[in-house]
């Protein structure tokens, strides 16, 4: 068993750790990596910006290994909450996680301008003061506005990864792209808005997504 799995891991260009009572690790850089189908054995050299729940992770991975990895507490969980505090200020509404994942699902947009722009979402939550239901209409071009802040640190720290690599491997991820996973990776003009500020191409890789932009 132990073999084959090792044979597995070899055969997809990465190694694997035997922990004690037989358990085994492979990185979770790597495993995510693999996880969204991003070929890990070429050596050619990637970043994988891994935006996840709670945390946005970059690894740069080249021939199977793991180079070097940063992480940021920049996150999914961070636009949510933009929405939740943007929607009890500008709206003077309660809404909690499941309904903040509904908008984001629904208009949430890294750019103000979009080719093919969603329909506004209708928000049913109580009036924070009277507790009365309230209907809100709320556009894209909101949500974008008010996620702003928070996407260009998010481009700002993938910025200070990419400038400290070392110059051929700034040079190999210009021509390989920078590959955006994890549960924020396909908000709508994401990749577009890192690739439009940073001059490097920007793939959404899509597995578990919110809407393809």
Do not use: W
């Not at 070097?68 to 996150?75: C, D, I």
């Not at 909690?96 to 629904?106: F, H, M, N, R, T």
């Not at 209907?135 to 996620?147: A, D, F, T, W």
């Not at 702003?148 to 400038?163: A, G, H, K, M």
């Amino acid at each position: 068993m132990l073999r084959a799995i090792r044979d597995f891991a070899s055969s997809v260009g990465v190694s694997i750790t035997v922990l004690s009572h037989g358990k085994l690790a492979l990185n979770k850089y790597m495993a995510s990596a693999i996880r969204n189908g991003i070929d890990v054995r070429t050596p050619e050299t990637c970043m994988v910006v891994n935006i996840g729940m709670y945390t946005t992770d970059i690894a740069i991975i080249s021939n199977g290994r793991l180079l070097s990895f940063r992480s940021t507490s920049t996150s999914y969980d961070t636009f949510l909450n933009d929405i939740i505090v943007y929607m009890s200020r500008m709206h003077n509404v309660r809404i909690d996680e499941p309904i903040g994942k509904k908008v984001l699902s629904a208009v949430g947009s890294a750019i103000s301008e979009l080719e093919n722009a969603p329909e506004p979402y209708i928000v049913l939550a109580p009036n924070r003061v009277t507790a009365l239901p309230m209907r809100i209409p709320v556009s894209y071009q909101e949500i974008s506005h008010c996620l702003s802040r928070n996407i260009e640190s998010l481009i700002r720290f993938i910025e200070r990864v990419y400038v400290l690599l070392p110059l051929d491997i700034q040079g190999a991820i210009f021509r390989r792209g920078v590959f955006l996973t994890g549960e924020g990776a396909c908000m709508r003009g994401l990749a577009k808005r890192i690739e439009s500020s940073l001059c490097i191409p920007c793939h959404a890789v899509c597995k578990k997504t919110l809407t393809p932009s």
